[in-house]
C-alpha cells in the first residue's frame, strides 16, 4: 500500500529548511527549498526511486490496478526512471528475460530488465523501435512526456497534449485486449476528440490527480482501461464517460 507521508517524513531530514540567498535568483531559490522540503522527494530518497513521480504511479495503481498482472509494460518518457524501476519490478524484468521498453531524448542511467531507447517518441523509427524492444506484447502504456517549456504557457499546453494524443494512438496500436493506457494531460486540456477516440477503444476512460502531484500543478493523468481490441470497429458497450476523480 502507497501511503502519502504524514506528520513530516520518513527519512530523518527536517522539513523547513532554507537556502541561503548567495548568487541565486529569487526564483530559483524558492524551487530549490520546495524540493529539498518536499517529503515525496525525501521518501523516494529513502526508497531507493530516482523520482518522486514514482509515486505517482504508485498511487494510481493503488486505486486502479493497472500494474496488477502486467506482464510487458513501454515507458513513454522514462527519465530518470522511476517508473521503469517500478515497471522491471512488477514484471520480474530481467537483463536476459527484458520485459520493459522505454524512451526518452534526455540521458537515462541504465536499470536492470529495462531496454532503454535514448531518442525521441516523435521521431518515426521510435514506435517499431518500442514494439522490438519490449519483447512481445504490452499489457500496459505509461507516459510521463511533457514537452519542453518555451515560457509560453498556451504553447506548453498544446505541445503537451499532442504528445499525449500521440501516445494514446500507440497505445491503441500495440496494447494486448485488456491492456491499459495511462499518461501525463493537463487540467481542462484533453481533446474531446482524443477522449472519443479512447472511449471507443477502451471500457473505461478517466482522469485522475494523485496526492504525490503537485497541489499548485495542472498536472492530471489521463487513464483508460480495458483496451477492447484492435479487431471491433464498434465499441460492445457503452464506454463510461471520462470523470475526475
Not at 524512451?103 to 537515462?108: A, G, N, Q, R
Not at 542511467?109 to 535514448?118: A, K, M, N, S, T
Not at 495542472?218 to 476523480?245: H, I
Amino acid at each position: 500500500m502507497t501511503k502519502s507521508p504524514i506528520g513530516g517524513n520518513r527519512s530523518g531530514r527536517k522539513l523547513g529548511q532554507k537556502v541561503k540567498k548567495g548568487k541565486l535568483k529569487a526564483s530559483s531559490r524558492r524551487w530549490i527549498e520546495r524540493h529539498i522540503n518536499d517529503p515525496y522527494v525525501q521518501r523516494a530518497q529513502l526508497e531507493g526511486y530516482r523520482a518522486r513521480a514514482a509515486f505517482k504511479l504508485l498511487e494510481i495503481d493503488e486505486k486502479h490496478k493497472i500494474l496488477a498482472g502486467a506482464r510487458r509494460i513501454i515507458d513513454l518518457g522514462a527519465a530518470p526512471g522511476s517508473w521503469s524501476q517500478i515497471a522491471a519490478k512488477v514484471t520480474n524484468s530481467t537483463d536476459a528475460d527484458p520485459r520493459v521498453a522505454a524512451i526518452d531524448f534526455l540521458e537515462m542511467d541504465p536499470i536492470p530488465g529495462v531496454r532503454f531507447l535514448q531518442m525521441d517518441f516523435l521521431d518515426p523509427e521510435a514506435p517499431d523501435r518500442l514494439k522490438e524492444a519490449v519483447g512481445g506484447t504490452p499489457d500496459l502504456v505509461i507516459s510521463d512526456m511533457a514537452a519542453p517549456t518555451t515560457g509560453h504557457r498556451q504553447t506548453d499546453h498544446l505541445r503537451t497534449m499532442h504528445l499525449c494524443e500521440v501516445a494514446a494512438h500507440f497505445a491503441v496500436d500495440v496494447l494486448a485486449p485488456g491492456g491499459h493506457f495511462l499518461a501525463k494531460t493537463f487540467q481542462g486540456g484533453t481533446e474531446r476528440d482524443l477522449l472519443n477516440m479512447l472511449k471507443q477503444n477502451f471500457r473505461q476512460v478517466i482522469h485522475v490527480k494523485p496526492a504525490s502531484s503537485r497541489a499548485e500543478s495542472v498536472e492530471m493523468f489521463l487513464l483508460a482501461k480495458g483496451f477492447k481490441g484492435r479487431r471491433a470497429e464498434e465499441p460492445s458497450e457503452p464506454a463510461e464517460d471520462a470523470a475526475t476523480e
